[in-house]
């Protein structure tokens, strides 16, 4: 039987392993390596503060989300199947590695995110 996600270490695992996933598809890849240029060993500590403050309200993660989404979005469109296949992949990890009620928790917050993700950057922008 899984164990649920229990500490930072468990996040760190579930985001190294979902990032194995989005890296290796190249329909979604490219905005992390070509557009974005992320640095993985900077961008990961971020990610587990984020959700260290989403499953266990650690307070780590103080800033606006959306916002480095907004910027990827006006210098590489992001598209629905963008959303897609990112929660997708978030999913089948959570499922693979976890189960319990923090890995149901991240799955629906990911889930409610991404779609709010999805209209800000894409819906309303295309408003504008
Ligand atoms: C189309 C789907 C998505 C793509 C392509 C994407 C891509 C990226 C990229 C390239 C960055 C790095 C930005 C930078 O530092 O310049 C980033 C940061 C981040 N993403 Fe996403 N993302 C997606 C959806 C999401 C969703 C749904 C969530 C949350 C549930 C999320 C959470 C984060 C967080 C917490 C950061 C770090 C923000 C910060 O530096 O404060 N992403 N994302």
Known sequence: MKQDIRNREDIRLLMERFYD???ADESISY??????KINLDEHFPVLVDFWDSILFQADTYQKNAMKPH???????PLQAHHFKTWLGYFIATVNELFEGEKAEL??????SIATVMQI???EMKNKL
Not at 70 to 76: A, G, K
Not at 106 to 111: E, G, I, P, S, V
């Open 120 to 122: 800000k950057v894409i």
């Open 21 to 23: 996933k989005l890296l």
């Open 70 to 76: 907004v910027d990827l979005h006006q210098q590489s």
């Open 31 to 36: 905005l992390f390596t070509d557009v974005a």
């Open 106 to 111: 991240a799955r629906q917050r990911a889930t």
